[in-house]
């Protein structure tokens, strides 16, 4: 069992950066490939970004909408994720997710995740 809490959402104006953390309990926490999605009002659950699991080497996956701009990263030690937005834009409004699955490979698809945090609130205003 993985239990997740994000923290660290909230209202920035257009241009500004905001760092998501998301705390994970479980001892077993480096070998989880972990992700961040959104879910904006009417829309469906999309992907974000996501960070393999600490083995010999950690790969990165990021989103078109991602690219460029935000950030996925992990210290083990703190069983923390996180995830730093910059040049945030309206687009951006969304409920911000963090996740684990046991498969790095699918963990784009919401259907592969096996645990999901309750959400924070990202509002972006122009």
């Known amino acids: 069992q993985v239990q997740l809490v994000e923290s660290g959402g909230g209202l920035v104006q257009a241009g500004g950066s905001l760092r998501l953390s998301c705390a994970a309990s479980?001892?077993?926490?480096?070998?989880?490939?972990m992700g961040w999605f959104r879910q904006a009002p009417g829309k469906e659950r999309e992907f974000v970004a996501a960070i393999s699991d600490s083995g010999f080497t950690i790969d990165y996956d990021y989103a078109d909408l991602a690219k460029g701009r935000f950030t996925i990263s992990r210290d083990n030690a703190k069983n923390t994720v996180y995830l730093q937005m910059t040049s945030l834009k309206p687009e951006d409004t969304a409920v911000y997710y963090c996740?684990?699955?046991?498969?790095?490979?699918?963990?784009?698809?919401?259907?592969?995740?096996?645990?999901w945090g309750q959400g924070t609130q990202v509002t972006v205003s122009s």
């Open positions: 996740a684990a699955s046991q498969t790095y490979r699918w963990i784009r698809s919401p259907s592969n995740i096996d645990y």
């Open positions: 479980g001892r077993t926490f480096s070998t989880w490939p």
